[in-house]
Nanobody
Framework: QVQVVESGGGLVQAGGSLRLSCAAS????????MGWYRQAPGKQREVVAT???????NYADSVKGRFTISRDNAKNTMFLQMNSLKPDDTAVYYC???????????????WGQGTQVTVSS
């Protein structure tokens, strides 16, 4: 099975920065697109940014110009650099890894447990 672990959340003042990390692991799996999602209290989970294995990125309009997603394919690790943080960015941030099992040629998604990001005004 693929395991996904996030780290790097915390409390920061508005205008500050945080860097989230996500590590995916699992033998016989190719990690495909990875992404960051977030869920604020009382709201649905929403996509923040995604990055393909080839490096193609997509961002939610609300974070464009402030957040940068990147990945290290050799280590199956993904990062989210968050700058100019706003109180509206407060949420639990989840990592998602889309994968292919090279033995069975099946596909799936694995979610991390989430990491809290709190931005104070």
């Amino acid at each position: 099975q693929v395991q996904v672990v996030e780290s790097g959340g915390g409390l920061v003042q508005a205008g500050g920065s945080l860097r989230l990390s996500c590590a995916a692991s699992g033998s016989t799996f190719n990690i495909r697109t990875m992404g960051w999602y977030r869920q604020a209290p009382g709201k649905q989970r929403e996509v923040v940014a995604t990055i393909s294995s080839g490096g193609t990125t997509n961002y939610a309009d609300s974070v464009k110009g402030r957040f940068t997603i990147s990945r290290d394919n050799a280590k199956n690790t993904m990062f989210l650099q968050m700058n100019s943080l706003k109180p509206d960015d407060t949420a639990v941030y989840y990592c998602n890894a889309n994968w292919r099992n090279v033995r069975t040629s099946t596909y799936g998604d694995t979610w991390g447990q989430g990491t809290q990001v709190t931005v104070s005004s």
